[in-house]
């Protein structure tokens, strides 16, 4: 994108009083006055902003958040707002997601825009821009992180301002970087700024709360404006039928969107705080089935190899986590964590891993090297399998498959902690493995180890489980007696072998 090229106030001046002369200028301050008496805020589009929306749009601080509750029309807001500069060819808005995917979702914000600006603007895709006959333009791109918006707009200057559609999923140092690069002409009819639209929760929840005075003992900072967005004042939604969307949502999470609340500490999207219950070591009773479950980093994208203990009691359907480690490994170091892991857990913990291509070779050198029994998920005897060779001292390893989103894989463990029926104990790491859940967002680039681990967790822990005393019993002795059968002639096999290359010797 070329840098955008700025008139001289003289020559401006020039065209305008020209304009003036050839009744230009009259004709279209004419048209915009009967566009108004119409009931039409702009000649550019026909919508009509609600009173909040209007707050919004006509706001001359510097920085502008919107938003609070769900439904209250953001996406249309930040549009309105973009185009209050596009009668002026020295004009540039750039409008920002995440990601371009979200941008591109059906009825997202540039869906809207194409339909908004249809009549009066033309969508050019080389540009990714909405281009007005003034040659002013609205500019539509993404940013996930600091680098990918210094790479992207380091250059280019706008001079009608950036706006930031669901700014809570960006960090809060990648928004003030992009506020450096709003930079606008003397003598114009608006003022750039950095305007936001966002609800509670997210990654930048702390610094909106702290920058815009959000709640009790904030203030809000010279020069920045919070305009709520409400649900109830938009007309086009049936704020009754919208609210039943909500209803299987975690209390905190509905608080946040549908009141629009900024009370919850740091919310996640997921998990608050308040949630989790924690529990003393000594509690946990000794004779429980424990799992460790690992989730095997990819060191080459900087993700993270992790690991969390977890139990389930079959009695009252409670699931106990404990502890929760995280380093960047290589495969080689990440078997050789889990030996030291396991040698520390003791063999009553059966080890985990999601099965891939990495997982095979760390279980194979587990098995073939280190003598492990490698457990089968789809067999039906596994739970008395781990328990007869528990009694040995012999570790085991399982491997499962996790099908589904991230979300859709954690579901079931998610339900747990939202119902209550879960233990965290007090451990090195326990406090590590609830601050990631509770921060949690859904953002592309956050770590979110600790959302695999649990749904890992929820589905081993049910396979293992806690065995019927006669049944272990029974199966144990059968399995113990055929692996001490399989060993003996191994044994006399390789006996037979060694006198076979004495008597070739002598």
């Known amino acids: 994108m070329n840098p955008q090229l700025v008139m001289h106030p003289a020559i401006r001046d020039n065209i305008m009083r020209e304009a003036e002369k050839r009744g230009i200028l009259q004709r279209y301050r004419a048209q915009q006055a009967q566009q108004a008496s119409a009931g039409q805020y702009s000649p550019f589009y026909r919508e009509t902003p609600l009173p909040a929306q209007l707050k919004f749009i006509e706001s001359r601080k510097r920085r502008i958040l919107f938003g609070g509750q769900v439904g209250g029309g953001k996406s249309l807001a930040m549009l309105m707002r973009a185009a209050r500069g596009v009668h002026d060819p020295?004009?540039?808005?750039?409008?920002?997601?995440?990601?371009?995917?979200?941008?591109?979702?059906?009825?997202?914000?540039?869906?809207?825009?194409?339909?908004?600006?249809?009549?009066?603007?033309?969508?050019?895709?080389?540009?990714?821009?909405?281009?007005?006959?003034?040659?002013?333009?609205?500019v539509f791109g993404p940013c996930e992180n600091l680098r990918d918006a210094q790479n992207r707009y380091q250059g280019p200057a706008f001079t009608g301002g950036i706006g930031i559609d669901e700014a809570g999923l960006m960090k809060w140092d990648v928004i003030q970087w992009l506020g450096t690069r709003i930079r606008?002409?003397?003598?114009?009819?608006?003022?750039?700024?950095?305007?936001?639209?966002?609800?509670?929760?997210?990654?930048c929840h702390d610094e909106l709360v702290e920058h815009f005075g959000l709640l009790e003992g904030t203030?809000?900072?010279?020069?920045?404006?919070?305009?709520?967005?409400?649900?109830?004042?938009?007309?086009?939604?049936?704020?009754?039928?919208?609210?039943?969307?909500?209803k299987?949502?975690?209390?905190?999470?509905?608080?946040?969107?549908?009141?629009?609340?900024?009370?919850?500490?740091?919310?996640?999207?997921?998990?608050?705080?308040?949630?989790?219950?924690?529990?003393?070591?000594?509690?946990?009773?000794?004779?429980?089935?424990?799992?460790?479950?690992?989730?095997?980093?990819?060191?080459?994208?900087k993700d993270p190899t992790a690991s969390l203990r977890a139990a389930f009691d079959e009695s009252t359907g409670i699931e106990w986590h404990e502890g929760h480690t995280m380093a960047l490994l290589t495969a080689h170091q990440a078997q050789k964590a889990i030996i030291a892991q396991a040698q520390s857990d003791g063999p009553g913990t059966v080890v985990v891993i999601e099965e891939d291509n990495v997982s095979r070779s760390i279980?194979?050198?587990?098995?073939?090297?280190?003598?492990?029994?490698?457990?089968?998920?789809?067999?039906?005897?596994?739970?008395?399998?781990?328990?007869?060779?528990?009694?040995?001292?012999?570790?085991?390893?399982?491997?499962?498959k996790m099908r589904g989103s991230k979300v859709e894989r954690a579901e079931h463990g998610i339900g747990q902690i939202h119902d209550g029926r879960h233990r965290i104990v007090r451990s090195k790491g326990a406090d590590e493995h609830v601050t990631q859940l509770v921060r949690m967002t859904g953002a592309k680039d956050e770590h979110d180890e600790a959302?695999?681990?649990?749904?890992?967790?929820?589905?081993?822990?049910?396979?293992?489980?806690?065995?019927?005393?006669?049944?272990?019993?029974?199966?144990?002795?059968?399995?113990?007696?055929?692996?001490?059968?399989?060993?003996?002639?191994?044994f006399a096999e390789s006996e037979r072998l060694r006198l076979n290359r004495l008597r070739k010797r002598g």
């Open 90 to 138: 020295q004009y540039e808005y750039l409008i920002l997601r995440k990601t371009m995917a979200d941008m591109l979702k059906p009825n997202g914000i540039l869906d809207l825009a194409k339909k908004m600006f249809k009549q009066t603007a033309t969508w050019v895709e080389k540009e990714s821009a909405m281009i007005f006959p003034s040659g002013a333009k609205i």
């Open 184 to 203: 606008g002409p003397k003598g114009v009819s608006w003022r750039p700024s950095l305007d936001l639209t966002a609800n509670p929760g997210g990654l």
């Open 219 to 246: 203030e809000c900072r010279d020069d920045y404006q919070y305009i709520p967005a409400s649900l109830y004042d938009n007309p086009f939604i049936d704020a009754a039928e919208y609210e039943l969307q909500f």
């Open 248 to 301: 299987d949502l975690a209390p905190h999470v509905r608080q946040a969107l549908l009141e629009g609340s900024w009370a919850v500490k740091v919310p996640g999207v997921y998990f608050s705080e308040e949630q989790f219950i924690w529990v003393d070591p000594r509690e946990v009773p000794a004779f429980w089935t424990w799992v460790r479950v690992w989730d095997i980093g990819v060191t080459g994208k």
């Open 363 to 400: 279980v194979q050198g587990l098995v073939g090297d280190h003598g492990w029994l490698e457990l089968d998920y789809k067999d039906p005897e596994v739970s008395a399998k781990f328990a007869a060779a528990r009694m040995r001292g012999q570790f085991s390893i399982m491997t499962v």
């Open 451 to 490: 959302l695999d681990l649990i749904g890992m967790a929820w589905k081993a822990t049910r396979k293992i489980g806690t065995p019927r005393l006669s049944e272990v019993e029974d199966t144990s002795s059968r399995f113990i007696q055929t692996q001490s059968e399989v060993e003996a002639k191994q």
